[in-house]
C-alpha cells in the first residue's frame, strides 16, 4: 500500500502515458475573433462584471453587475437565470441559435479557508426537459473565471467549426480559436490543452489552468456532461469533475465548443478580496477540525467520499436495484464503499477545489481499461461517487471494477452516468418484459447485470451509430415511452409507470417509494427529479419526523430554499450536513445543522461585507426559485401536470414488487387504510395494489397541494404577482405573464385543489382563490 | 534526492524555566520582525499551576499530505517547512494538526510553524530549551492512515 510524505515530485500514478505534438495542434488553431480587456481585482467577492460571447455573430462583450443585480439575484445559479431571462425567449429550445449556456460563480466561490467553496453553476435550456436546467459542479473553473475578472460567461449562437474558447486572466484577453486536431473525448482532450495553455513547462504552470470539455457521446445523445478540470499536482493529472444532468454537453458540442479555457495569473487565499479575512479563517478552521475529528465517525467522506452510502441506503431498502424495483439486493455488498476503499489510490487532499477537506473526490489510478478505443490503456477515473456506483446497481451490475469501466467511459464521452444509468435500467426492465428484445435494441443484449453489453451500447452511442434503437434510446427514457407507445410494443400504462423520468429527465438514485416527502422531492422540483433540492427520506420514512401533509410542504419548502442557497454562492451542500457539530443532535433542529447555517451566515457577511441573518439567506434563494418557476411557466412547464411523478418512485407497480415486500404494504392498508387482517387475506394481489395505487396517487396530490400553498403558489403551481412582488422581484414582464397564466388557468378551471378530500381531512386553505390576498 | 533521515526538535526542561518569554519573542522576530510574542510566537510557554510547559511542533509531518498545493514540504534538514509564496492560505494543515501547533497570526493569511531555527534555544536566558536529533522514521505520521479512517 502507498504510504504518504511522498515528495509531490515523485508520485507515480502508473497510468499510460502520452506523447503530443503540442506545437502541430497548436499550429492548426485559427482565431476567429477576440477581445481585449482591463484586468481588474474581484471586490468583495464580486467581479462585478460578466463575459457575453456570441459564436453566431463573432461578437464578446462585458456586461456591469449592477448593485440591483446582486440585491435581487445574488450571484451564481440567480444570476445564471437573471441572464437567460435577458436572452431567451418562452420558444427557445436546447438546439435553437438563441440558447445560451451560461457558467456563473457565486460571491463566495474561490475562498479557500472554508471546505466546499469553488463551484461552478451551469445554466442552459436542456434537451431533455425543454426548461433551464442547472447543475452545480466542482473544479476550478469557477473560482478561476471569476479571478480572471468575471462572475459569469454567457455564450450564445453556435460555430460552424469546431472551437476552444480561451480567457486568458494572464494578459487579459479572449479569444475564439478553431482547433481542428485536438481529441473531443474529456480525458485526453483536457491533458492536451491543460499542457498546451500553460504558460511554463511545469506543474505550477498547469495548475492554473482549467478546462470545460464534454466528449463524444455528447454529440450523439441528450445526456452530455460538462467536464470541470482541476490538475492534481501530485497524479500529475488534470481530474474532472461533471456538470452532468440535463445534456449540458449536448449544448456545448451542438455549439461546437470542443474546450473553454480558463488561465489565471495567480492563485492565493485573498483573491476574493473579502471584507474579513480573518472571520474566514476562524470559521474554516473550525469546520476543519470538527472534520478532523468527526468525519470518521460519520460519514467517512474523507476515506471512501459519497460511496459510503451504498451501504446504507442498502441496509434502509433505498438502494436501487433493478430500475427502482428493489430498494436492496443480496448481492449489493460486493459494491460496499469497502471495495471500492481497497481500490482507491490513498493520498491525500483529495478536494475539488482548494482547502477542502471533506476531500470526498476519490480516484482509481492506473486502471487498466477493459472495453473500446482505449482498451489496455492504464487511466485515472476520477470517482465513482454514491450516484454513479447506484446507477450500476440499478442495471444489477455488481461488480466495482465493471462500475470503474461505465464511470470512466461515461466521463470521458462526456455523458452523464446518472441518466444513462437510470434510462439503461428501465430498458432492461423492457427487455425482460419482452417490450424489447435484441432484434428491437440494434443487436444488444440489453438484461439486467449485462455489463458487457452496456459498455457497448455507450460505444456505440460514441462512433454515432445510427441504429433505430441507438438514436431513441441515447435520447432518454422519455424519448423511449413515446417511442414504445407508438410502436404499440406492450403496455402504455406499464409503460409509464415504470420509465423513472419526471419532465423528461431521468430520476437521480434514490428509491422513493415510502417516503411521500421525498416523492415531493423529487416530483415538486424545478428542473426535474434530482435531490439536489431536498432530501428528506431519513427525516420522513426512518424518524417520522414530519408525518403531517403541513410538516411535509414546510420541509419542501425549507430545504429547497435553503440548498438552493449554495447555488446562488458558489458552493458545496456537503459540508453543511455531511458533517456535524458534535452537539447537533442537542440543538432545536438539528435537521438543519443550526452552528453550520450560523457559519454561512458568517462567511457570507465576511466575504461581502453586508450584514445579513440566516433569514435572509432563506429570502436571497426564494426569490431566485420562484423566478426559476417563473420561468418554467413561461416555458409551457410549470404546472400542476408537469410535476408528475411516475408510480415506480410511489410504490408497488409489478406484482413481483408487492410481494417481495407484502409484509410492508398489508401492514399499511391495514394501519393507513383500515381494513383488517381477514379482508387483507381475501384480497387478490392486483386488487391491494389496485387500493394502494389509488391511495398513495391521492396522497401526492394532497402534498402538492399544501407545497403549492406553502410556496405562495396557485393550486396549479404558479407563483402568483403578489408572491413575487412581495419577494421585491418586480420586473413587470414577468408578472403581466404570471398574471395572464394564471388567468388562463381560471378560465380552464384549473385553479383547484388535486387531492381528494374526504370527511375530516381539509385542504390547506378554505378561501378558493388564497393566492389573491398575499 | 536522498530522503532526510533525521530532524531537530525542541526539548523543554520545565524545571529551569521561569516564564520570561524571551523564547516567544525570539521566535516572532524569526517570523514577523516584532517582539510581539504570544500568537506571533510559533514556540509557547503555558504556565500549568506552578508549573510551565512548552507548546510547539514536533515535526512529525501529518501536514505534509493535507497541503493541496504542495506548499508543505520536508527539507533536508528534516524539517517541516512552509513555503509561504506557494501557500493559498486554507488552513487545511492549522485545523489538522493534531496538537494545534501550526500557528495562524492575524499578521497574514499564510500559517506558520516551528522551522527548529534554534532562535528559541539561543534567547532563553536559564537553557530551559535544547534542539535534540530525532529518527524521522520514528516519529512521522501519515494523514490518510491516522485522521482519513
Request: hydrophobic fraction near 35%; proline fraction near 4%.
Given at each position: 500500500?502507498?504510504?504518504?510524505?511522498?515528495?509531490?515530485?515523485?508520485?507515480?500514478?502508473?497510468?499510460?502515458?502520452?506523447?503530443?505534438?503540442?506545437?502541430?495542434?497548436?499550429?492548426?488553431?485559427?482565431?476567429?475573433?477576440?477581445?481585449?480587456?482591463?484586468?481588474?481585482?474581484?471586490?468583495?467577492?464580486?467581479?462585478?462584471?460578466?463575459?457575453?460571447?456570441?459564436?453566431?455573430?463573432?461578437?464578446?462583450?462585458?456586461?456591469?453587475?449592477?448593485?440591483?443585480?446582486?440585491?435581487?439575484?445574488?450571484?451564481?445559479?440567480?444570476?445564471?437565470?437573471?441572464?437567460?431571462?435577458?436572452?431567451?425567449?418562452?420558444?427557445?429550445?436546447?438546439?435553437?441559435?438563441?440558447?445560451?449556456?451560461?457558467?456563473?460563480?457565486?460571491?463566495?466561490?474561490?475562498?479557500?479557508?472554508?471546505?466546499?467553496?469553488?463551484?461552478?453553476?451551469?445554466?442552459?435550456?436542456?434537451?431533455?426537459?425543454?426548461?433551464?436546467?442547472?447543475?452545480?459542479?466542482?473544479?476550478?473553473?469557477?473560482?478561476?473565471?471569476?479571478?480572471?475578472?468575471?462572475?459569469?460567461?454567457?455564450?450564445?449562437?453556435?460555430?460552424?467549426?469546431?472551437?476552444?474558447?480561451?480567457?486568458?486572466?494572464?494578459?487579459?484577453?479572449?479569444?475564439?480559436?478553431?482547433?481542428?486536431?485536438?481529441?473531443?473525448?474529456?480525458?485526453?482532450?483536457?491533458?492536451?490543452?491543460?499542457?498546451?495553455?500553460?504558460?511554463?513547462?511545469?506543474?505550477?504552470?498547469?495548475?492554473?489552468?482549467?478546462?470545460?470539455?464534454?466528449?463524444?457521446?455528447?454529440?450523439?445523445?441528450?445526456?452530455?456532461?460538462?467536464?470541470?478540470?482541476?490538475?492534481?499536482?501530485?497524479?500529475?493529472?488534470?481530474?474532472?469533475?461533471?456538470?452532468?444532468?440535463?445534456?449540458?454537453?449536448?449544448?456545448?458540442?451542438?455549439?461546437?465548443?470542443?474546450?473553454?479555457?480558463?488561465?489565471?495569473?495567480?492563485?492565493?487565499?485573498?483573491?476574493?478580496?473579502?471584507?474579513?479575512?480573518?472571520?474566514?479563517?476562524?470559521?474554516?478552521?473550525?469546520?476543519?477540525?470538527?472534520?478532523?475529528?468527526?468525519?470518521?465517525?460519520?460519514?467517512?467522506?474523507?476515506?471512501?467520499?459519497?460511496?459510503?452510502?451504498?451501504?446504507?441506503?442498502?441496509?434502509?431498502?433505498?438502494?436501487?436495484?433493478?430500475?427502482?424495483?428493489?430498494?436492496?439486493?443480496?448481492?449489493?455488498?460486493?459494491?460496499?464503499?469497502?471495495?471500492?476503499?481497497?481500490?482507491?489510490?490513498?493520498?491525500?487532499?483529495?478536494?475539488?477545489?482548494?482547502?477542502?477537506?471533506?476531500?470526498?473526490?476519490?480516484?482509481?489510478?492506473?486502471?487498466?481499461?477493459k472495453t473500446g478505443p482505449y482498451k489496455g490503456q492504464k487511466v485515472t477515473v476520477d470517482g465513482p461517487e454514491y450516484e454513479t456506483i447506484a446507477a450500476c446497481s440499478n442495471m444489477s451490475i455488481w461488480d466495482p471494477l465493471w462500475i470503474l469501466e461505465y464511470n470512466f467511459y461515461c466521463d470521458t464521452y462526456g455523458i452523464d452516468t446518472i441518466s444513462t444509468g437510470t434510462a439503461l435500467a428501465f430498458y432492461m426492465e423492457m427487455y425482460e418484459y419482452g417490450i424489447l428484445n435484441k432484434n428491437r435494441c440494434d443487436g444488444l443484449e440489453l438484461c439486467f447485470g449485462n455489463a458487457e453489453a452496456v459498455l457497448e451500447f455507450i460505444h456505440k452511442i460514441a462512433r454515432g451509430e445510427k441504429g433505430e434503437f441507438i438514436n431513441?434510446?441515447?435520447?432518454?427514457?422519455?424519448?423511449?415511452?413515446?417511442?414504445?407507445?407508438?410502436?404499440?410494443?406492450?403496455?402504455?400504462?406499464?409503460?409509464?409507470?415504470?420509465?423513472?423520468?419526471?419532465?423528461?429527465?431521468?430520476?437521480?438514485?434514490?428509491?422513493?417509494?415510502?417516503?411521500?416527502?421525498?416523492?415531493?422531492?423529487?416530483?415538486?422540483?424545478?428542473?426535474?427529479?434530482?435531490?439536489?433540492?431536498?432530501?428528506?427520506?431519513?427525516?420522513?420514512?426512518?424518524?417520522?419526523?414530519?408525518?403531517?401533509?403541513?410538516?411535509?410542504?414546510?420541509?419542501?419548502?425549507?430545504?429547497?430554499?435553503?440548498?438552493?442557497?449554495?447555488?446562488?454562492?458558489?458552493?458545496?451542500?456537503?459540508?453543511?450536513?455531511?458533517?456535524?457539530?458534535?452537539?447537533?443532535?442537542e440543538t432545536d433542529e438539528p435537521t438543519k445543522v443550526p452552528e453550520h447555517v450560523q457559519n454561512y451566515v458568517e462567511l457570507f457577511n465576511a466575504v461581502t461585507g453586508k450584514k445579513v441573518d440566516k433569514k435572509e439567506l432563506i429570502l436571497q434563494s426564494e426569490r431566485c426559485y420562484n423566478w426559476q418557476r417563473a420561468m418554467n411557466v413561461w416555458m409551457g412547464r410549470g404546472r400542476r401536470k408537469d410535476d408528475w411523478i411516475p408510480y415506480r418512485s410511489m410504490g408497488p407497480v409489478t406484482e413481483m414488487e408487492y410481494i417481495s415486500r407484502k409484509d410492508r404494504y398489508d401492514k399499511q392498508l391495514i394501519e393507513k387504510q383500515g381494513f383488517n387482517k381477514e379482508q387483507i387475506d381475501k384480497m387478490s394481489v392486483k386488487e391491494?395494489?389496485?387500493?394502494?395505487?389509488?391511495?398513495?396517487?391521492?396522497?401526492?396530490?394532497?402534498?402538492?397541494?399544501?407545497?403549492?400553498?406553502?410556496?405562495?403558489?396557485?393550486?396549479?403551481?404558479?407563483?402568483?404577482?403578489?408572491?413575487?412582488?412581495?419577494?421585491?422581484?418586480?420586473?413587470?414582464?414577468?408578472?403581466?405573464?404570471?398574471?395572464?397564466?394564471?388567468?388562463?388557468?381560471?378560465?380552464?378551471?384549473?385553479?383547484?385543489?388535486?387531492?381528494?378530500?374526504?370527511?375530516?381531512?381539509?385542504?390547506?386553505?378554505?378561501?378558493?382563490?388564497?393566492?389573491?390576498?398575499? | 534526492?536522498?530522503?532526510?533521515?533525521?530532524?531537530?526538535?525542541?526539548?523543554?526542561?520545565?524545571?529551569?524555566?521561569?516564564?520570561?518569554?524571551?523564547?516567544?519573542?525570539?521566535?516572532?522576530?524569526?517570523?514577523?520582525?516584532?517582539?510581539?510574542?504570544?500568537?506571533?510566537?510559533?514556540?509557547?510557554?503555558?504556565?500549568?499551576?506552578?508549573?510551565?510547559?512548552?507548546?510547539?511542533?514536533?515535526?512529525?509531518?501529518?501536514?505534509?499530505?493535507?497541503?493541496?498545493?504542495?506548499?508543505?514540504?520536508?527539507?533536508?534538514?528534516?524539517?517541516?517547512?512552509?513555503?509561504?509564496?506557494?501557500?493559498?492560505?486554507?488552513?487545511?494543515?492549522?485545523?489538522?494538526?493534531?496538537?494545534?501547533?501550526?500557528?495562524?497570526?492575524?499578521?497574514?493569511?499564510?500559517?506558520?510553524?516551528?522551522?527548529?531555527?534554534?532562535?528559541?534555544?539561543?534567547?532563553?536566558?536559564?537553557?530551559?530549551?535544547?534542539?535534540?536529533?530525532?529518527?524521522?522514521?520514528?516519529?512521522?505520521?501519515?494523514?490518510?492512515?491516522?485522521?482519513?479512517?
Amino acid at each position: 500500500m502507498l504510504q504518504g510524505q511522498i515528495p509531490i515530485d515523485e508520485y507515480k500514478t502508473g497510468n499510460t502515458k502520452h506523447t503530443w505534438n503540442l506545437k502541430k495542434l497548436r499550429f492548426a488553431h485559427r482565431v476567429l475573433f477576440d477581445y481585449n480587456y482591463k484586468k481588474q481585482e474581484v471586490q468583495k467577492g464580486y467581479a462585478n462584471r460578466t463575459l457575453y460571447i456570441d459564436l453566431s455573430k463573432k461578437e464578446i462583450k462585458e456586461k456591469k453587475v449592477t448593485e440591483e443585480m446582486k440585491n435581487k439575484f445574488t450571484g451564481g445559479r440567480g444570476f445564471g437565470l437573471k441572464l437567460l431571462w435577458d436572452s431567451i425567449t418562452s420558444e427557445t429550445r436546447w438546439d435553437s441559435v438563441e440558447n445560451n449556456l451560461v457558467i456563473t460563480t457565486g460571491p463566495l466561490c474561490g475562498i479557500t479557508q472554508y471546505p466546499g467553496t469553488g463551484k461552478s453553476l451551469c445554466l442552459t435550456v436542456s434537451p431533455a426537459t425543454n426548461i433551464i436546467c442547472d447543475c452545480n459542479v466542482g473544479g476550478f473553473v469557477g473560482p478561476y473565471l471569476k479571478f480572471a475578472g468575471f462572475d459569469a460567461l454567457e455564450i450564445q449562437g453556435k460555430a460552424k467549426d469546431d472551437v476552444i474558447i480561451f480567457i486568458d486572466g494572464e494578459n487579459g484577453k479572449i479569444t475564439v480559436e478553431i482547433a481542428p486536431l485536438e481529441e473531443t473525448n474529456t480525458h485526453l482532450l483536457t491533458e492536451q490543452l491543460t499542457y498546451m495553455y500553460a504558460s511554463e513547462d511545469n506543474d505550477r504552470s498547469r495548475q492554473k489552468v482549467a478546462v470545460v470539455t464534454s466528449g463524444k457521446g455528447a454529440e450523439h445523445s441528450w445526456w452530455g456532461c460538462l467536464n470541470f478540470s482541476f490538475y492534481d499536482i501530485r497524479r500529475k493529472v488534470a481530474r474532472v469533475k461533471q456538470a452532468g444532468r440535463g445534456g449540458l454537453g449536448t449544448v456545448f458540442r451542438d455549439k461546437r465548443i470542443k474546450a473553454i479555457v480558463v488561465k489565471v495569473e495567480k492563485v492565493h487565499g485573498l483573491l476574493n478580496n473579502p471584507a474579513d479575512p480573518e472571520t474566514l479563517v476562524k470559521v474554516g478552521t473550525k469546520l476543519h477540525r470538527e472534520i478532523r475529528d468527526l468525519d470518521k465517525y460519520q460519514c467517512n467522506m474523507r476515506a471512501v467520499g459519497t460511496g459510503h452510502l451504498v451501504e446504507i441506503m442498502d441496509a434502509y431498502d433505498l438502494l436501487p436495484c433493478e430500475n427502482y424495483r428493489f430498494g436492496s439486493f443480496p448481492k449489493a455488498p460486493k459494491i460496499y464503499s469497502t471495495k471500492f476503499y481497497e481500490l482507491f489510490t490513498k493520498i491525500i487532499p483529495d478536494g475539488c477545489w482548494f482547502g477542502c477537506t471533506m476531500a470526498c473526490s476519490k480516484t482509481v489510478d492506473g486502471y487498466m481499461v477493459k472495453t473500446g478505443p482505449y482498451k489496455g490503456q492504464k487511466v485515472t477515473v476520477d470517482g465513482p461517487e454514491y450516484e454513479t456506483i447506484a446507477a450500476c446497481s440499478n442495471m444489477s451490475i455488481w461488480d466495482p471494477l465493471w462500475i470503474l469501466e461505465y464511470n470512466f467511459y461515461c466521463d470521458t464521452y462526456g455523458i452523464d452516468t446518472i441518466s444513462t444509468g437510470t434510462a439503461l435500467a428501465f430498458y432492461m426492465e423492457m427487455y425482460e418484459y419482452g417490450i424489447l428484445n435484441k432484434n428491437r435494441c440494434d443487436g444488444l443484449e440489453l438484461c439486467f447485470g449485462n455489463a458487457e453489453a452496456v459498455l457497448e451500447f455507450i460505444h456505440k452511442i460514441a462512433r454515432g451509430e445510427k441504429g433505430e434503437f441507438i438514436n431513441v434510446a441515447s435520447k432518454g427514457i422519455r424519448r423511449v415511452k413515446d417511442w414504445l407507445i407508438e410502436k404499440g410494443w406492450g403496455d402504455e400504462k406499464l409503460i409509464e409507470d415504470t420509465g423513472m423520468e419526471s419532465k423528461g429527465l431521468e430520476y437521480s438514485e434514490y428509491v422513493t417509494k415510502e417516503s411521500l416527502a421525498m416523492q415531493g422531492g423529487y416530483g415538486l422540483t424545478l428542473k426535474g427529479p434530482q435531490h439536489d433540492e431536498a432530501w428528506l427520506i431519513f427525516m420522513d420514512m426512518v424518524n417520522n419526523a414530519i408525518p403531517t401533509f403541513e410538516d411535509k410542504a414546510e420541509a419542501l419548502h425549507y430545504f429547497p430554499m435553503w440548498r438552493t442557497w449554495f447555488g446562488l454562492n458558489g458552493l458545496c451542500k456537503l459540508p453543511w450536513n455531511d458533517i456535524e457539530p458534535a452537539n447537533n443532535a442537542e440543538t432545536d433542529e438539528p435537521t438543519k445543522v443550526p452552528e453550520h447555517v450560523q457559519n454561512y451566515v458568517e462567511l457570507f457577511n465576511a466575504v461581502t461585507g453586508k450584514k445579513v441573518d440566516k433569514k435572509e439567506l432563506i429570502l436571497q434563494s426564494e426569490r431566485c426559485y420562484n423566478w426559476q418557476r417563473a420561468m418554467n411557466v413561461w416555458m409551457g412547464r410549470g404546472r400542476r401536470k408537469d410535476d408528475w411523478i411516475p408510480y415506480r418512485s410511489m410504490g408497488p407497480v409489478t406484482e413481483m414488487e408487492y410481494i417481495s415486500r407484502k409484509d410492508r404494504y398489508d401492514k399499511q392498508l391495514i394501519e393507513k387504510q383500515g381494513f383488517n387482517k381477514e379482508q387483507i387475506d381475501k384480497m387478490s394481489v392486483k386488487e391491494k395494489m389496485k387500493i394502494l395505487y389509488d391511495y398513495r396517487q391521492d396522497q401526492y396530490q394532497k402534498l402538492a397541494d399544501a407545497v403549492y400553498y406553502r410556496r405562495g403558489w396557485t393550486p396549479n403551481g404558479v407563483p402568483t404577482p403578489q408572491k413575487m412582488r412581495q419577494l421585491g422581484m418586480d420586473d413587470p414582464r414577468m408578472l403581466k405573464m404570471l398574471q395572464e397564466k394564471i388567468d388562463e388557468d381560471e378560465k380552464a378551471g384549473l385553479n383547484v385543489w388535486g387531492g381528494k378530500y374526504g370527511k375530516g381531512e381539509k385542504p390547506p386553505s378554505i378561501h378558493p382563490r388564497y393566492w389573491e390576498k398575499w | 534526492m536522498d530522503k532526510p533521515k533525521k530532524v531537530k526538535i525542541l526539548k523543554f526542561h520545565p524545571e529551569k524555566c521561569n516564564g520570561c518569554l524571551e523564547c516567544e519573542k525570539a521566535c516572532s522576530m524569526v517570523h514577523f520582525k516584532t517582539k510581539d510574542g504570544g500568537d506571533k510566537s510559533a514556540i509557547r510557554i503555558i504556565k500549568n499551576g506552578d508549573r510551565y510547559q512548552m507548546h510547539v511542533c514536533d515535526q512529525r509531518g501529518l501536514c505534509l499530505d493535507m497541503c493541496p498545493v504542495g506548499a508543505l514540504t520536508r527539507r533536508k534538514n528534516g524539517v517541516v517547512w512552509l513555503d509561504k509564496d506557494l501557500c493559498i492560505g486554507c488552513q487545511a494543515c492549522v485545523g489538522f494538526c493534531p496538537i494545534n501547533a501550526m500557528r495562524k497570526s492575524v499578521s497574514r493569511i499564510q500559517p506558520f510553524k516551528c522551522i527548529s531555527c534554534g532562535a528559541c534555544v539561543r534567547a532563553c536566558p536559564n537553557g530551559a530549551l535544547e534542539l535534540v536529533e530525532v529518527k524521522i522514521d520514528e516519529i512521522k505520521e501519515i494523514v490518510y492512515h491516522k485522521l482519513g479512517v
